[in-house]
């Protein structure tokens, strides 16, 4: 799933460390969450858009789970 | 974190419970070989060897465990980090996907088994060996496989 972590982080200057200890999870869930390996938990999802101040929808591209 | 910092200690005072049943089974086959001889007869110095390894192998992993925990213990923010490290929710995913509970659960009883055999077949402690390598290969196979898919 497409995402605007990496872009918000270097907006609000974030290394991934801190960001992965700011919403509880690894730097390498991180990595995987930026290189669209990985898709975030509904959990890890809220808290990420939380930490930006964001809705999920701004953080988190759905445009692929909308076309199914 | 309280929880957590409990389940911590239990950790270590298992590990240092099995440090002290490991230095029992060392002193106990390396120096009762008398009575070890009437159960198993001569038993080879590579299982011994091997059977000694085990428990030294494993007792370092119990020694390193410990100084983890007890620096987790003492420093609040190194306790998160391992909770973080342990929590981790892709981690949890790839230990599901590649059945890590149950695949820890059949190498703990795999080596077992092979420690008790090799006090009463070379051939069965041998073959045991060679499953319980394979099944380790495989999960790190499997480990490897997740962790570059995820």
Known sequence: ?68 | MENFKKVIKRRMHFAAGFNCLAVVFISFTGYRQDVLAIVSGNISDMIRGFQTGVFIGLQLFMVIFITKYKKAINSEDSLKKLYIEENDERKKLIRDKIGGTGLNFIIGSAAAAVVISGFFSETVFITLLAVLMFIAMVKGFLKLYYRNKF
């Not at chain 1, 919403?23 to 930006?52: D, P």
């Open chain 1, 1 to 68: 799933m497409r995402t605007r972590i990496q872009e918000l982080r270097k907006k609000y200057k974030l290394s991934q460390e801190e960001l992965a200890l700011a919403v509880g999870v690894t730097r390498q869930t991180i990595t995987s969450l930026e290189c669209e390996k990985y898709t975030a938990s509904l959990v890890l999802a809220y808290k990420i858009a939380k930490y930006f101040d964001l809705p999920i929808e701004e953080v988190f591209d759905f445009s692929e789970v909308e076309e199914l």
